[in-house]
């Protein structure tokens, strides 16, 4: 099975340590969710993996071969984020030509369809897309090369809800029917809880959880009810949240709930929006 391996991977900028001994893998044909704050290092890892910054310590290696400066291993990786590579002043559709030159198993029949379904102007210079179209160009290349490895970061920035909802469901079409390993760093979470199966969530450059998206949501819950009734129920339990409106509160603990609930409160099961942000709370 092919898997990278992150390995005490650190990185610092002048007085900022961006990423802080971070040790994971990503397996073969499979989605996972790299979730993070503003400033978490999701991005900074993504650019060390593939090779467009430099890790401060540590390694990352793709079926034990580094990564790093390695054209052949680096062609088994595509990350799609922000940065513009392509030339000043290039259109779309020479743009995809030329992805076709660098990745020999470049779709451009499926690039085109995609082209297509986004409505995307492919005449137009990459430069002078709308944030919403730059977007879908990368998301096209992304999908379209056919590398065991794609990096999507923040890949439905700018998208409208109708773009977003079709990018979701041809990454999952596309997953269907030819796995690959996808890694998704997202601000919307409740929107990729649909899709992932991993979740990696990091926190001031370190992974505070990295495990199945069902066990996660499976290792607490949430109880409400009256206040003095959740106040009671929660003292000496492990609780990393709570909300309370007017007479109401809700609690998420970390656990399984007891048979016997106090009068008046129910559980329910854990989001992985609200349990995100309950961990990356600023303590």
């Known amino acids: 099975m092919s898997r990278i391996e992150v390995t005490d991977v650190s990185k610092s900028f002048k007085d900022t340590q961006a990423l802080s001994h971070v040790n994971l893998h990503f397996e073969e044909n499979t989605i996972y969710g790299l979730l993070g704050r503003n400033g978490a290092g999701k991005s900074t890892l993504l650019n060390i993996i593939n090779n467009r910054l430099f890790a401060t310590g540590g390694t990352v290696n793709l079926d034990g071969e580094r990564l790093t400066e390695n054209t052949a291993a680096l062609s088994r990786c595509f990350l799609a984020n922000e940065s513009n590579l392509y030339p000043e002043g290039m259109k779309v559709m020479q743009a995809l030509k030329w992805s076709r030159e660098f990745y020999p198993d470049f779709d451009m029949d499926y690039a085109q369809g995609l082209c297509k379904q986004f409505g995307l102007p492919v005449k137009k210079k990459i430069k002078d897309l709308s944030t919403g ?57 409740e929107e990729a ?91």
Do not use: W
């Open 133 to 189: 179209y730059q977007s879908i160009f990368r998301n096209t290349v992304a999908l379209s090369v056919n590398v065991p490895f794609v990096f999507l970061d923040e890949p439905v920035l700018g998208l409208d809800a109708c773009h977003r909802d079709l990018f979701y469901r041809i990454l999952i079409q596309k997953y269907a029917e030819h796995p690959f390993t996808a890694v998704i760093a997202t601000h919307l979470i």
């Open 193 to 283: 809880a649909n899709l992932i199966g991993q979740v990696v969530i990091i926190k001031n450059g370190e992974i505070i959880r990295n495990e199945p998206l069902e066990d996660l949501l499976d290792s607490g819950y949430c109880i409400s009810g009256p206040k003095s009734q959740i106040d009671a129920y929660i003292e000496g339990k492990e609780v990393i949240g709570t909300d309370t409106l007017g007479g109401l509160k809700t609690a998420y603990v970390i656990g399984s709930p007891e048979h016997k609930l106090p009068a008046g409160t129910e559980t329910s099961r854990m989001e992985l929006q609200k349990l995100f942000i309950r961990l990356t709370e600023t303590s």
